[in-house]
């Protein structure tokens, strides 16, 4: 199994920065898709980001060239950078490691865009 820990959220000013990391432990992660998700209070989860096994990446189109997904095995760590932040980013952020049938998911982490 993976267990997956995010950190790196917070709140920031509108057109501001931030980048999460999702540290996973107990697998490998070279072998998952990594994915980043997002919900808002009252709304359903989304997929913000993904990233595949050779590193072909993804993106919702509201975060499209703002967001940027990365990887890295050595550290066994998955990375979103999140620029141009815009009040509608506020959300709890999630990360996913999928493989076949198998989902793990992490705590979330709060990331608060003020207008």
């Known amino acids: 199994q993976v267990q997956l820990v995010e950190s790196g959220g917070g709140l920031v000013q509108a057109g501001g920065s931030l980048r999460l990391s999702c540290a996973a432990s107990?697998?490998?992660?070279?072998?998952?898709?990594m994915g980043w998700y997002r919900q808002a209070p009252g709304r359903q989860r989304e997929l913000v980001a993904a990233i595949t096994t050779t590193d072909t990446t993804n993106y919702s189109d509201s975060v499209k060239g703002r967001f940027t997904i990365s990887r890295d095995n050595a550290k066994n760590t998955v990375y979103l950078q999140m620029n141009s932040l815009k009040p509608e980013d506020t959300a709890v952020y999630y990360c996913?490691?999928?493989?076949?049938?198998?989902?793990?998911w992490g705590q979330g982490t709060q990331v608060t865009v003020s207008s």
């Open positions: 107990g697998r490998i992660i070279s072998s998952y898709v």
């Open positions: 996913n490691a999928h493989l076949r049938y198998y989902d793990s």
